[in-house]
């Protein structure tokens, strides 16, 4: 039986999502699992594996109390999961350039059509509102080789932004 | 000859100061074949000490010569090994037969030179840049019960850029 749930949670940043949450998910008798958690835009966004024999809507309750005092909009989805099934990326793409519609469309489309499996994704937009830029930090598997990589990446190039193509030797030992 | 049993975190054990090597007798070649052999053995196959197969003695084999376009002095066999300088400083991602399932960044010199016994008990001078020097920098460290989970750094990449905080 696969029990695992996602939660997604989302709400204006503030102290005390993460350690509530979590403790009523604790006091739940549900098990987390792999997570990723950031402020995105003076939000506090969390996507949290939870394990439960619980129904979504008994979690769901569970977390009624802190979702309403913080005011947090979340949503839990039953998802085909497990852990220990990471893949270790073998490179890491840098992408920035100034902001323009279509960026990370272009440049992961052209992934894509190489081949390249992305495994993490960070995106920003920096620089000031008068000129902002766009960041994209990519680490994936080049699954067709990194030759065809390279030529995606002089395609990216081609439209004006820079990108960055760096393997990533992960020593293990 | 035989692939011995790779010690796994939470085993503690991992965390232990391993002892000096003072007899380099047959026993000692007997475990240092086995040990290579395990390392070969292993997912990375670049690295192993002695504590991850439950040896608690100072030491530890390093072989990145099976990489493509690196600077490597070979095989080393590193017994009783000691860094003598450190130089500069390089992000890059590291896991651990010990560790499982896990990949993190640590922070480790560029350029080592070290000092080390081989099989026979001669002392023996290197010098390791990337790659290598990073592997052996990760594999001393278990000598002194630290994983690199003790050295983690952010995975965000702000930190990639602060290349010019050298000591
Ligand atoms: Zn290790």
């Known amino acids: 039986m696969n029990n695992w749930k996602m939660l997604?949670?989302?709400?204006?940043?503030?102290?005390?999502?993460?350690?509530?949450?979590?403790?009523?998910l604790y006091e739940a008798g549900a098990q987390l699992g792999e997570a990723s958690m950031m402020r995105l835009g003076g939000?506090?966004?969390?996507?949290?594996?939870?394990?439960?024999?619980?129904?979504?809507?008994?979690?769901?309750?569970?977390?009624?109390?802190?979702?309403?005092?913080?005011?947090?909009?979340?949503?839990?989805?039953?998802?085909?999961?497990?852990?220990?099934?990471?893949?270790?990326?073998?490179?890491?793409?840098?992408?920035?350039?100034?902001?323009?519609?279509?960026?990370?469309?272009?440049?992961?489309t052209a992934l894509l059509e190489a081949g390249y499996n992305i495994t993490d994704l960070d995106s920003d937009v920096a620089g000031s509102e008068a000129e902002p830029i766009?960041?994209?930090?990519?680490?994936?598997?080049?699954?067709?080789?990194?030759?065809?990589?390279?030529?995606?990446?002089?395609?990216?190039?081609?439209?004006?932004?820079?990108v960055d193509l760096a393997p990533l030797d992960v020593m293990i030992g | 000859m035989a692939i011995l049993d790779i010690l796994k975190y939470p085993d503690e054990a991992l965390k232990q100061v391993s002892e000096p090597v003072e007899l380099?007798?047959?026993?000692?070649?007997?475990?240092?074949?086995?040990?290579?052999?395990?390392?070969?053995?292993?997912?990375?196959?670049?690295?192993i000490a002695a504590p991850q197969v439950g040896c608690?003695?100072?030491?530890?084999?390093v072989d990145v010569s099976s990489k493509p376009k690196i600077k490597h002095n070979g095989c080393m066999i590193l017994i009783n090994p000691e860094i003598k300088?450190?130089?500069?400083?390089?992000?890059?991602?590291?896991?651990c037969m010990s560790v499982p399932d896990y990949?993190?960044?640590?922070?480790?010199?560029?350029?080592?030179?070290?000092?080390?016994?081989?099989a026979q008990g001669e002392l023996i001078d290197y010098?390791?840049?990337?790659?290598?020097?990073?592997?052996?920098?990760?594999?001393?460290?278990h000598l002194d019960g630290l994983l690199f989970l003790d050295r983690l750094v952010s995975r965000r990449t702000d930190l990639f850029k602060r290349k010019v905080y050298k000591k």
């Open chain 2, 85 to 95: 300088t450190w130089e500069g400083m390089k992000i890059g991602r590291e896991g």
């Open chain 2, 103 to 118: 990949t993190g960044n640590v922070i480790r010199a560029e350029k080592i030179t070290l000092q080390a016994c081989n």
């Open chain 1, 43 to 108: 939000n506090f966004t969390i996507m949290l594996m939870v394990k439960s024999e619980q129904s979504i809507e008994e979690l769901t309750q569970c977390l009624t109390p802190v979702v309403q005092d913080m005011n947090l909009t979340i949503s839990f989805q039953s998802i085909e999961a497990s852990l220990h099934q990471h893949e270790i990326p073998d490179s890491i793409i840098t992408v920035y350039g100034a902001d323009r519609s279509g960026i990370v469309a272009k440049t992961t």
């Open chain 2, 24 to 47: 380099f007798d047959d026993q000692l070649q007997n475990f240092l074949v086995d040990l290579e052999e395990t390392m070969w053995a292993g997912p990375g196959g670049v690295g």
């Open chain 2, 127 to 141: 010098e390791c840049t990337g790659y290598e020097a990073r592997a052996v920098q990760h594999e001393l460290d």
């Open chain 1, 134 to 162: 766009y960041i994209i930090q990519i680490e994936g598997i080049a699954t067709q080789g990194m030759a065809a990589v390279e030529k995606a990446v002089e395609q990216i190039k081609a439209d004006g932004v820079n």
């Open chain 2, 56 to 61: 608690f003695k100072r030491i530890a084999i």
């Open chain 1, 8 to 24: 997604t949670l989302v709400g204006q940043d503030q102290p005390g999502i993460v350690a509530r949450i979590t403790t009523a």
